[in-house]
C-alpha cells in the first residue's frame, strides 16, 4: 500500500473523529462506555452528607407539594436539634408566602444559624427563568449556593461547576460548599459516577418531622441536604448508569467528588491527538513490530488507561480518539485485503502468471503492438492431464514465446490464450513465422508428445481501449486458425462493420419510421391464363450510407431478438393497402405476407390482420400468409390454433420453402394451409433433373388431391416455365416473370397486363 494512501486515509479518520468529538456525536457512547467503567471501580460515597429526601412518603403523610414555610422550619428546627453541621436547601424560595409562615421561617433559620438556600442565575440555560433567589428576607439570615447545572441534549449531567456569577457575585455551588472547596465562577468539574448513589445516606422528610429516638445519632455532625425525591415534583435529570435522579442527588455526588479531590476534565483533543500518533505510527511504521506495538498501546489507551485515570480523578473522553483508530485499523485492513484480493485476481492460480485482468491495468501505449498466441486445442490437452502436468504444459508453451516476447510479461488468459507487448520490429512477419515454427516440435508431458495447434493474432496499436485491443489480438487469432493461416493482423475496418451490427435493431425502428424502409413485390404469374394475378411482398432497406442492407441481414436478427412485430405490420399493412388499391380499380391482385414462426406463438396476430383488412376494405381472399415448412413442422398447438382462425377469416395459408424440411405426410395433412410454396432448389433445374421432376409432380399431385393450390418460386428459365404447365402447377413466380420492383413498377405491369387481356 502506497505511503500517500497511507497519509489520506490516517487523514480522513482524523476528520471524521475531529467533527464527532466538536459535535459531541460519541457522547452516548461515551456514556455507556464510562458506565461500564464505574461498574468496575463503583465505591461507596464518604457518609459525611446525608439527603433529607422530601419523598413520596413525606408527601403522603406531611401533604401535597408546596410545604407551608412552617413546615420548613419545623425542619430546620429538628435537624439543629439533631446536632447537624450544615442545613442546604435544594429547594427555591424566590416567592412570599403568608407572612406569618416567613416570620416563622425566618425565626428558624436565625436560630439555627447555619442554613444554606438554593439560588441559580440564567448562566446555566436551565428552563425558561433568568433567575431565581431566595426573597430578600430569607435571603438576609442564610447563605446562597449556586444549584446552576448544565445538562445535555437528553438531559443528561455530567459536570457541575464550582460556582456561579449570580447578580455580579462569585456564589459557591452546593456541590463545592459541601466540600468546601473553592473555585472559578463557571468552571466545571467532572462528577465522579462511580460513586453508587444507593449508598448515599438518606432520610424521609417525614421522618425527621416525627423526630423519632436515634435520630440524633444519624445525623450528628453532618452537612444535610433537604432536597426533591420524589418524581412528580420535578426537578429529573439522567445519570448515566442511574437512571432518572432528582438534582439534589446529582449535587450531593458532585459535592462527594470533590470530598475524594479535584478531578481533572482533559476532554477529547488530549486523547484524539494520543490517538492520532499511535495511528499514524501504525500506518507508517516500516518496521511491523513498530506499527503493531503501537495498536497494542491504542488499544491499552482505550482500555486500561481511563480506568487507571479515573480511579485517581483525571478524566477524559475516548470514543473520538477509538473511532479514529478503529477507522484507521479497518480501513488499512480493508485496502491490504483489496490489494491481495487484487494480486490474487490477477494471477492463474496454477501457472502463477499474470492474467489478462492484469494486463488490462497496465498502462500500455497506445502505439505498442499487441500479439495474442491462441493454443487451440489446449483445453483437449489440459482435460487429459492432471494439474502438475498441466503446469508443466504452460511452463513449455511460455519458454517457447519468451523466445519471440524477448523479454516482455507474458500474460496467461484462459482455454490456452497468451498475450504480451511487443513492437513493430519485433512482431514482424517473419518473427512470427519464427516463433510458429517453434510450435511444430511436439511439447514432452510426462513421456508424452503432445503436438501444440497455435495461431497468432496481432493488434498493431490504436486509440481504443486496451480491453478493446486484447478481444481485437483474440478475434485475428481466431480469423487466421479459420483461414487456415498462421497468424493474421486485425483488420480495423472490421471495427465499422462490428459497430453498425451491434446498432442494427436500434436503427430498424427509426428506419421504418423515416422510410428507409420499403416494400418489394414480386409478381406471380397463374399458369392457366398466363395473367399476372398476384404478388410476394418482401421488405427491402435502402440505407442512405450503407446502401442496401440485405433483409437476411436485419430480417434474422429482429426475429433473433423478439423485434418482428413492427416490421410485420409494417409490410402487412402496405401489402394489404396495395391490394385494396388495385381492387379499387377492378384489378384483382392476390398479396402474399411471410409470417415469422415467433408471431404464430403470440396473441394479437389474427386481430392485427382483421383490423388492417377492415380498415383498407379487402376481401380476405385476396390476402396470403406465407410460414416457412419448418416453421409449420415444430409449430405448437397454440401456432395450429392461430393458423386455424385465420384460414376461417378467408385468408389463404401458404407453406413456403416446401421441400427444404422434413415434414410427414400426415404432418402435411393437419397444417390448415390453402396453398403450397415449392422451393427454388426443386425449380432451378427441373428441365434437366429427373428427380426433382419426380419430387415437383408428386407434390402438386398431393396438394391437389388436398384442395391446395401450388406455387413455384424461382423460375428463371422458359423450359421450366413449360415444364411447370405440363405438370399442372397453378402459379409461378420467379425472376423470368419479374424481379422484385416497388409499387409502381408493378402498378404499370399489372395495369398493362389488364389491358391486354381485355383487348
Given at each position: 500500500?502506497?505511503?500517500?494512501?497511507?497519509?489520506?486515509?490516517?487523514?480522513?479518520?482524523?476528520?471524521?473523529?475531529?467533527?464527532?468529538?466538536?459535535?459531541?456525536?460519541?457522547?452516548?457512547?461515551?456514556?455507556?462506555?464510562?458506565?461500564?467503567?464505574?461498574?468496575?471501580?463503583?465505591?461507596?460515597?464518604?457518609?459525611?452528607?446525608?439527603?433529607?429526601?422530601?419523598?413520596?412518603?413525606?408527601?403522603?403523610?406531611?401533604?401535597?407539594?408546596?410545604?407551608?414555610?412552617?413546615?420548613?422550619?419545623?425542619?430546620?428546627?429538628?435537624?439543629?436539634?439533631?446536632?447537624?453541621?450544615?442545613?442546604?436547601?435544594?429547594?427555591?424560595?424566590?416567592?412570599?408566602?403568608?407572612?406569618?409562615?416567613?416570620?416563622?421561617?425566618?425565626?428558624?433559620?436565625?436560630?439555627?444559624?447555619?442554613?444554606?438556600?438554593?439560588?441559580?442565575?440564567?448562566?446555566?440555560?436551565?428552563?425558561?427563568?433568568?433567575?431565581?433567589?431566595?426573597?430578600?428576607?430569607?435571603?438576609?439570615?442564610?447563605?446562597?449556593?449556586?444549584?446552576?447545572?448544565?445538562?445535555?441534549?437528553?438531559?443528561?449531567?455530567?459536570?457541575?461547576?464550582?460556582?456561579?456569577?449570580?447578580?455580579?457575585?462569585?456564589?459557591?455551588?452546593?456541590?463545592?460548599?459541601?466540600?468546601?472547596?473553592?473555585?472559578?465562577?463557571?468552571?466545571?468539574?467532572?462528577?465522579?459516577?462511580?460513586?453508587?448513589?444507593?449508598?448515599?445516606?438518606?432520610?424521609?422528610?417525614?421522618?425527621?418531622?416525627?423526630?423519632?429516638?436515634?435520630?440524633?445519632?444519624?445525623?450528628?455532625?453532618?452537612?444535610?441536604?433537604?432536597?426533591?425525591?420524589?418524581?412528580?415534583?420535578?426537578?429529573?435529570?439522567?445519570?448515566?448508569?442511574?437512571?432518572?435522579?432528582?438534582?439534589?442527588?446529582?449535587?450531593?455526588?458532585?459535592?462527594?467528588?470533590?470530598?475524594?479531590?479535584?478531578?481533572?476534565?482533559?476532554?477529547?483533543?488530549?486523547?484524539?491527538?494520543?490517538?492520532?500518533?499511535?495511528?499514524?505510527?501504525?500506518?507508517?511504521?516500516?518496521?511491523?513490530?513498530?506499527?503493531?506495538?503501537?495498536?497494542?498501546?491504542?488499544?491499552?489507551?482505550?482500555?486500561?488507561?481511563?480506568?487507571?485515570?479515573?480511579?485517581?480523578?483525571?478524566?477524559?473522553?475516548?470514543?473520538?480518539?477509538?473511532?479514529?483508530?478503529?477507522?484507521?485499523?479497518?480501513?488499512?485492513?480493508?485496502?491490504?485485503?483489496?490489494?491481495?484480493?487484487?494480486?490474487?485476481?490477477?494471477?492463474?492460480?496454477?501457472?502463477?502468471?499474470?492474467?489478462?485482468?492484469?494486463?488490462?491495468?497496465?498502462?500500455?501505449?497506445?502505439?505498442?503492438?499487441?500479439?495474442?498466441?491462441?493454443?487451440?486445442?489446449?483445453?483437449?490437452?489440459?482435460?487429459?492431464?492432471?494439474?502438475?502436468?498441466?503446469?508443466?504444459?504452460?511452463?513449455?508453451?511460455?519458454?517457447?514465446?519468451?523466445?519471440?516476447?524477448?523479454?516482455?510479461?507474458?500474460?496467461?488468459?484462459?482455454?490456452?490464450?497468451?498475450?504480451?507487448?511487443?513492437?513493430?520490429?519485433?512482431?514482424?512477419?517473419?518473427?512470427?513465422?519464427?516463433?510458429?515454427?517453434?510450435?511444430?516440435?511436439?511439447?514432452?508431458?510426462?513421456?508424452?508428445?503432445?503436438?501444440?495447434?497455435?495461431?497468432?493474432?496481432?493488434?498493431?496499436?490504436?486509440?481504443?481501449?486496451?480491453?478493446?485491443?486484447?478481444?481485437?489480438?483474440?478475434?485475428?487469432?481466431?480469423?487466421?486458425?479459420?483461414?487456415?493461416?498462421?497468424?493474421?493482423?486485425?483488420?480495423?475496418?472490421?471495427?465499422?462493420?462490428?459497430?453498425?451490427?451491434?446498432?442494427?435493431?436500434?436503427?430498424?425502428?427509426?428506419?421504418?419510421d423515416s422510410g428507409e424502409i420499403w416494400v418489394a413485390y414480386q409478381p406471380q404469374l397463374d399458369l392457366a391464363s398466363g395473367r399476372i394475378v398476384g404478388a410476394e411482398a418482401l421488405v427491402r432497406w435502402s440505407h442512405p450510407e450503407k446502401g442496401e442492407v440485405s433483409p437476411q441481414e436485419f430480417v434474422l436478427a429482429a426475429e433473433q431478438h423478439h423485434r418482428i412485430d413492427k416490421l410485420t405490420e409494417f409490410v402487412l399493412s402496405d401489402a394489404i393497402k396495395t391490394a385494396a388499391s388495385f381492387a379499387a380499380r377492378n384489378v384483382e391482385l392476390d398479396v402474399a405476407v411471410n409470417i415469422s414462426a415467433r408471431l404464430l406463438e403470440k396473441p394479437g396476430l389474427v386481430s392485427l390482420v382483421r383490423r388492417l383488412l377492415a380498415e383498407a376494405r379487402l376481401a380476405p381472399e385476396r390476402l396470403t400468409l406465407e410460414v416457412t415448412e419448418s416453421a409449420a413442422m415444430t409449430s405448437g398447438r397454440a401456432s395450429i390454433r392461430t393458423l386455424e382462425e385465420i384460414g376461417s377469416l378467408g385468408i389463404n395459408v401458404s407453406i413456403d420453402d416446401y421441400g427444404t424440411g422434413f415434414s410427414t405426410l400426415e404432418y402435411f395433412k393437419r397444417i390448415p394451409a390453402t396453398e403450397v410454396k415449392i422451393d427454388r432448389s426443386f425449380i432451378a433445374s427441373l428441365d434437366r433433373n429427373a428427380s426433382d421432376r419426380v419430387m415437383?409432380?408428386?407434390?402438386?399431385?398431393?396438394?391437389?388431391?388436398?384442395?391446395?393450390?401450388?406455387?413455384?418460386?424461382?423460375?428463371?428459365?422458359?423450359?421450366?416455365?413449360?415444364?411447370?404447365?405440363?405438370?399442372?402447377?397453378?402459379?409461378?413466380?420467379?425472376?423470368?416473370?419479374?424481379?422484385?420492383?416497388?409499387?409502381?413498377?408493378?402498378?404499370?405491369?399489372?395495369?398493362?397486363?389488364?389491358?391486354?387481356?381485355?383487348?
Open positions: 500500500m502506497r505511503p500517500t494512501s497511507r497519509v489520506k486515509i490516517l487523514l480522513w479518520a482524523f476528520g471524521v473523529a475531529f467533527v464527532t468529538g466538536l459535535l459531541g456525536l460519541g457522547l452516548p457512547i461515551e456514556d455507556y462506555y464510562r458506565m461500564a467503567r464505574n461498574a468496575m471501580r463503583a465505591h461507596p460515597p464518604s457518609g459525611d452528607i446525608v439527603v433529607i429526601g422530601i419523598d413520596d412518603r413525606s408527601l403522603e403523610q406531611v401533604g401535597s407539594w408546596p410545604w407551608p414555610r412552617t413546615r420548613h422550619a419545623e425542619l430546620v428546627d429538628r435537624l439543629k436539634a439533631a446536632g447537624v453541621k450544615r442545613i442546604f436547601f435544594d429547594i427555591f424560595f424566590n416567592s412570599p408566602a403568608h407572612r406569618g409562615e416567613d416570620r416563622a421561617f425566618v425565626d428558624a433559620m436565625k436560630r439555627a444559624g447555619n442554613v444554606y438556600l438554593a439560588g441559580y442565575s440564567a448562566t446555566a440555560r436551565v428552563g425558561g427563568f433568568s433567575e431565581k433567589l431566595p426573597i430578600p428576607p430569607l435571603r438576609a439570615v442564610s447563605r446562597l449556593v449556586s444549584v446552576n447545572v448544565r445538562y445535555s441534549g437528553t438531559m443528561s449531567v455530567r459536570t457541575l461547576p464550582y460556582a456561579s456569577n449570580i447578580r455580579g457575585v462569585t456564589t459557591s455551588s452546593l456541590a463545592a460548599t459541601l466540600a468546601n472547596v473553592a473555585g472559578p465562577a463557571d468552571i466545571q468539574f467532572p462528577i465522579d459516577y462511580a460513586i453508587d448513589i444507593e449508598r448515599l445516606p438518606t432520610v424521609n422528610a417525614a421522618e425527621v418531622l416525627a423526630g423519632p429516638p436515634g435520630l440524633a445519632e444519624r445525623l450528628r455532625g453532618k452537612d444535610v441536604v433537604i432536597a426533591a425525591a420524589s418524581q412528580e415534583m420535578g426537578d429529573v435529570y439522567y445519570v448515566p448508569g442511574q437512571g432518572q435522579v432528582n438534582g439534589g442527588f446529582i449535587n450531593v455526588l458532585g459535592g462527594e467528588t470533590l470530598k475524594e479531590g479535584r478531578p481533572i476534565d482533559l476532554g477529547w483533543l488530549p486523547a484524539l491527538g494520543i490517538g492520532l500518533l499511535l495511528a499514524a505510527i501504525n500506518l507508517l511504521a516500516r518496521r511491523r513490530w513498530v506499527g503493531r506495538l503501537a495498536l497494542a498501546a491504542a488499544a491499552l489507551g482505550v482500555t486500561i488507561v481511563p480506568c487507571i485515570a479515573e480511579m485517581n480523578l483525571i478524566f477524559f473522553q475516548v470514543i473520538p480518539a477509538a473511532l479514529l483508530v478503529g477507522i484507521v485499523v479497518v480501513s488499512h485492513a480493508w485496502a491490504k485485503f483489496r490489494q491481495s484480493y487484487k494480486v490474487r485476481g490477477n494471477i492463474n492460480a496454477l501457472s502463477g502468471l499474470p492474467n489478462l485482468n492484469a494486463l488490462r491495468g497496465e498502462n500500455v501505449p497506445s502505439d505498442a503492438v499487441l500479439v495474442a498466441a491462441r493454443v487451440r486445442n489446449f483445453a483437449e490437452i489440459s482435460s487429459a492431464l492432471p494439474p502438475e502436468s498441466e503446469r508443466a504444459l504452460i511452463n513449455q508453451i511460455v519458454s517457447r514465446l519468451a523466445l519471440g516476447a524477448r523479454g516482455a510479461r507474458i500474460y496467461q488468459g484462459d482455454e490456452g490464450i497468451f498475450v504480451w507487448t511487443s513492437n513493430a520490429e519485433i512482431a514482424g512477419a517473419d518473427q512470427l513465422e519464427a516463433l510458429h515454427a517453434l510450435f511444430r516440435s511436439p511439447a514432452l508431458i510426462d513421456g508424452r508428445a503432445v503436438d501444440l495447434a497455435v495461431t497468432f493474432g496481432v493488434d498493431a496499436g490504436s486509440n481504443r481501449s486496451l480491453a478493446n485491443r486484447i478481444a481485437a489480438t483474440l478475434v485475428a487469432a481466431d480469423e487466421a486458425a479459420a483461414e487456415g493461416l498462421r497468424w493474421k493482423a486485425y483488420d480495423p475496418a472490421k471495427l465499422a462493420d462490428a459497430e453498425w451490427k451491434l446498432s442494427l435493431l436500434g436503427r430498424l425502428d427509426a428506419a421504418i415437383v409432380r408428386s407434390t402438386i399431385e398431393l396438394a391437389h388431391s388436398l384442395g391446395r393450390s401450388v406455387v413455384a418460386e424461382g423460375v428463371e428459365s422458359r423450359e421450366v416455365l413449360t415444364e411447370l404447365t405440363k405438370l399442372g402447377c397453378d402459379r409461378a413466380q420467379g425472376y423470368l416473370i419479374g424481379r422484385p420492383m416497388k409499387l409502381m413498377g408493378l402498378t404499370k405491369l399489372l395495369l398493362e397486363d389488364h389491358k391486354s387481356s381485355a383487348a
